[in-house]
Nanobody
Framework: QVQLVEFGGGEVLPGGSLRLSCVAS????????WHWFRQAPGEQRELVAG???????AYAHFVNGRFTIARDNGSNMVYLDMVSLNPEDTAVYYC??????????????????WGQGTQVTVSS
């Protein structure tokens, strides 16, 4: 069974930095793309960044060059390096992976998987 787990969240001061990590485990044939989303209290979940299998990355407008998404294909991991954090970045951050699982030794149907989320709090 495929599982995504995020870690690296925490509380930082405004202007601080954090690295979020997410690992996918289980029987995985291929991870097509990764994404980071976030959801602040009372707000809808929003896309933060995404990266394809060949490393092409894209970011939401509010990132403004402060975040960097990267993936390690060999380890089935994705990272989000965040600098110059401000209180508006406070949210639960979720990773998601568009991946193809192995089912009974064969490639299964591609699907989107989600982690459980990790809290990021930026506060003085």
């Amino acid at each position: 069974q495929v599982q995504l787990v995020e870690f690296g969240g925490g509380e930082v001061l405004p202007g601080g930095s954090l690295r979020l990590s997410c690992v996918a485990s289980g029987n995985i044939a291929h991870i097509t793309s990764w994404h980071w989303f976030r959801q602040a209290p009372g707000e809808q979940r929003e896309l933060v960044a995404g990266i394809t299998s060949d490393g092409a990355a894209a970011y939401a407008h509010f990132v403004n060059g402060r975040f960097t998404i990267a993936r390690d294909n060999g380890s089935n991991m994705v990272y989000l390096d965040m600098v110059s954090l401000n209180p508006e970045d406070t949210a639960v951050y979720y990773c998601s992976a568009d991946l193809i699982p192995m089912v009974d030794g064969r490639r299964g149907a591609g699907s989107l998987y989600w982690g459980q989320g990790t809290q990021v709090t930026v506060s003085s």
